[in-house]
């Protein structure tokens, strides 16, 4: 059996996969394992689904290298780029049952899904007119030569993405890919690996020629880790903790050194000078660490405020924060549901009792809501140190930080001083303090007024230890394309 019938509160009853997608068909994996999935707002089982091991990675990998060397190879850009817009349009079509399955087995409020499931559509049509956009240059260097430069596709991309966004990350991961002209095995969270498997029906549904887009289930330390190591493998992307991608770069070291682009954590800083509109600064910080339960790379989870407004600000923000609707995903008010899994639920609440004894103050929240389900507290803590375990490491949960800072070079300083650089946002009404100081921060993201901003026409990535390469944008195209150069030797001179 490769597919079960299963139910959400919003989309009614539905054909879930849950098999492994490989070659356009559904699988089940060579050892016969399967693992359970989580529902965790219950912590009950959602169902089972197939989960990969090395040799299924190996025969999805030979699969993707079939269909490179083969008919892909022989697919116009205009095509590819039109496989992309259908999907994007399946994406569409399919909105409500999408968000309906991420909100069921991640937990993120149903609203929020559904603005995803939307941002996927976007990213994937985006990059479907990108495809018969990628363009060399002809280069003159003397008359008698002809050169030009052409981007050609890697080959068999291996990606690996991490559970918060489900479905968006597998959509910034295909899209630029495919587009480029590169096949590709996708792994997803063993946390998460529902909303992708509807998501390879699509793929089927849209048309792709077997063997482009493989999608895997399974585990990091054997799926991923085979992907990492493999040696058909041309290229890796990651997202996921730094941790794994220091891991990740090893393997492509030790096996065929392929190519690597890592998108890792961050401890994002959120800046607040006296001259911000204080309403609008507070509606922002509470979207920059709350959304999507905290569990963001780019969250903005050290909250730094001027002093001379430092107590309103706070009073303010922490009454802004208890009044976020915790609670069932599928409600329609619902901003915060559940964290993913025990394993998450119980590092967040480790770093709370960490933090607790270190000294910090707990403003608001700091314990599990509920006793059911994943379900933890929006937390401020304030009386913090520079030091501080919760202020230099990314908690990944609800949780933020707070304490005040008196110059625009204090700010700078305290803004840059963690190993991460993904994100940051300043606010103010000051044009120069807002240039000046994202000029100065060290981030592959400055937002101004505002925070958590993504579109995919923009890049995103990290500066320092936050990851390597762009996600998004034209920058995108970079990761999944090498350049050739060809030079023609012009005339009938003889040489030497
Ligand atoms: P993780 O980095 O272990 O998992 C992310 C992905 O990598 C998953 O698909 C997982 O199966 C895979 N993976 C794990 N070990 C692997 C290995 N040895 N080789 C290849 N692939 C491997 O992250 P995890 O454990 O789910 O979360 C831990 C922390 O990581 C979080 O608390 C958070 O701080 C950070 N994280 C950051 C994310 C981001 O968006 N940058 C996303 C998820 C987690
Ligand atoms: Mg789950």
Redesign the pocket.
């Given at each position: 059996m490769t597919s079960v019938q299963l139910e959400t509160p919003h989309s009614g009853k539905y054909e879930q996969p849950t098999g492994l997608f490989i070659n356009g068909e559904f699988v089940k994996g060579v050892d016969g394992k399967t693992f359970e999935v989580i529902n965790p707002s219950n912590e009950k089982v959602i169902t089972s689904v197939h989960e990969a091991t090395e040799k299924d990675v190996d025969i999805a990998v030979a699969a993707a290298r079939k269909a490179f060397e083969g008919p892909w190879r022989k697919e116009t850009p205009e095509q590819r780029g039109k496989y992309l817009v259908k999907l994007a349009d399946l994406f569409e079509q399919n909105l409500d049952l999408l968000a309906a399955i991420e909100s069921l087995d991640n937990g993120k409020a149903i609203s929020m899904a559904k603005v995803d499931v939307g941002m996927c559509a976007g990213c994937l049509r985006y990059y479907g007119g990108w495809a018969d956009k990628i363009e060399g240059k002809v280069i003159d260097t003397t008359p008698d030569t002809f050169n030009y430069t052409k981007k050609e596709p890697i080959g068999v991309c291996g990606q690996?993405?991490?559970?918060?966004f489900p479905l968006l990350m597998w959509a910034w991961k295909i899209g630029p890919a495919i587009a480029c002209g590169n096949t590709v095995v996708i792994?997803?969270?063993?946390q998460t690996p529902l909303s992708a498997l509807v998501a390879a029906r699509l793929v089927k549904e849209a048309g792709f020629p077997p063997g482009v887009i493989n999608v895997l289930s399974g585990?990091?330390?054997i799926a991923?880790?085979a992907i990492?190591s493999h040696m058909d493998v041309d290229k890796v992307a990651?997202?996921?903790?730094t941790v794994?991608g220091r891991?990740?770069m090893k393997a492509a070291a030790g096996s065929n050194l392929k190519k690597v682009t890592l998108?890792?954590?961050g401890k994002s800083p959120n800046i607040v000078f006296e001259d911000a509109d204080i309403d609008n600064a507070i509606s922002w910080v509470n979207f920059g660490i709350f959304f999507n339960h905290g569990q963001c790379?780019c969250a903005g989870s050290r909250v730094y405020v001027q002093e001379s407004i430092y107590d309103t600000f706070l009073q303010r923000f922490k009454e802004r924060a208890s009044k976020n609707v915790v609670g069932d995903p599928f409600g329609a008010d619902t901003f915060q549901g559940p964290q993913v899994s025990q394993v998450?639920f119980d590092?967040i609440m480790s770093y709370i009792e960490e933090g607790k004894k270190s000294g910090a103050k707990v403003e608001t929240g700091g314990e599990r809501k509920g006793k059911e389900g994943f379900f933890i507290e929006p937390t401020i803590f304030s009386n913090v140190t520079e030091d501080m375990k919760i202020v230099q490491e990314?908690i990944?949960g609800p949780v933020c930080s707070i304490a005040k800072f008196k110059t625009k070079e204090d700010a700078i300083r305290i803004g840059n001083s963690t190993t991460y650089g993904l994100a940051a946002a300043v606010h103010t009404s000051n044009l120069n303090t807002a240039i000046e100081v994202s000029n100065a921060l060290k981030a592959g993201t400055v937002w101004v007024n505002a925070y958590n901003m993504l579109h995919h026409q923009l890049p995103f990535g990290g500066f320092k230890e936050s990851g390597i390469g762009r996600e998004l944008g034209e920058a995108a195209l970079d990761n999944y394309t090498q350049v050739k150069t060809v030079s023609i030797r012009l005339g009938d001179a003889l040489f030497g």
């Open positions: 690996i993405i991490p559970w918060n792994k997803t969270a063993e585990f990091g330390k991923g880790a990492a990651f997202t996921g903790s794994v891991q990740i998108e890792l954590g790379c998450q590092r990314e990944f």
